[in-house]
């Protein structure tokens, strides 16, 4: 399928992508606040600057887009048709990383939830993990 945007076009929607405060981390922030958690956001002193630190439980959670981390979900699986061969070294580089940052946060001793976005379509589900994680 050819893309409707020129190329200068789709470079500026692409970039204008947030990865900080998005839908996601904003209901899982607020999840966490209604359960008495209290936590710190974007810690940059921690290997890839997780969304959500709670330092009391020396855990960090990152709230993962499927189809930017890969996830094996259904949109997690989906690659572009136009210009391939960048998106899917993009995808690989963001795995790499992904798993470089998750060991180094285990080195030092930290607790690591991973939550999608798919996910996010059971609450209740993600709350009992949370309560599970944090005790």
């Known amino acids: 399928m050819t893309d409707i945007f020129s190329q200068n076009k789709r470079s500026d929607i692409m970039s ?3 990865n900080k405060d998005t839908k996601p981390e904003l209901r899982i922030r607020s999840l966490l606040h209604q359960m008495g958690y209290r936590f710190r956001l974007h810690r940059k002193d921690l290997p890839g600057k997780p969304d959500i630190v709670l330092p009391k439980y020396k855990t960090v959670i ?3 887009g499927c189809y930017w981390h890969r996830h094996t979900c259904k949109k997690g699986r989906s690659t572009p048709t136009s210009n391939r061969e ?3 070294e993009k995808f690989s580089k963001n795995i790499e990383r992904d ?3 998750l060991v180094e946060l285990k080195n ?3 607790n ?3 939550i999608w976005q798919c996910e996010l379509k059971n609450m209740e ?3 009992s993990r949370l309560k599970s994680h944090l005790k």
């Open 108 to 110: 030092i001793g930290w």
């Open 112 to 114: 690591i939830i991973t």
């Open 16 to 18: 204008n992508i947030g």
């Open 62 to 64: 990152f709230i993962h």
């Open 86 to 88: 960048f998106w899917e």
């Open 99 to 101: 798993k470089r940052n």
């Open 125 to 127: 589900k993600i709350q």
